[in-house]
């Protein structure tokens, strides 16, 4: 048998709105209060990424764009 699917259990919190689905509860919770439905708030000045919360978009840019490793394939 080769089958590397997880149990449903596994990840059990499914948003109603956008069908994301979380192993966690407050996982979810902070999905639905701080990004679903939320119009995007932080817009990436090098790419089309765009989100609503604050620390992803930090981390976007962080390793998208600001890290020595990929700094010289997103240059502008
Ligand atoms: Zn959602
Ligand atoms: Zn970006």
Do not use: W
């Amino acid at each position: 048998m080769f089958r590397s699917a997880l149990p449903s259990a596994e990840r059990a919190f499914q948003c109603a709105r956008c069908s994301k689905r979380y192993k966690r509860k407050g996982s979810l919770m902070y999905h639905t209060r701080n990004e679903c439905g939320q119009p995007p708030k932080y817009f990436c000045d090098f790419c089309p990424y765009m989100t609503t919360i604050k620390s992803n978009f930090t981390r976007h840019c962080t390793m998208q764009h600001f890290s020595e490793r990929s700094s010289r394939r997103c240059r502008v």
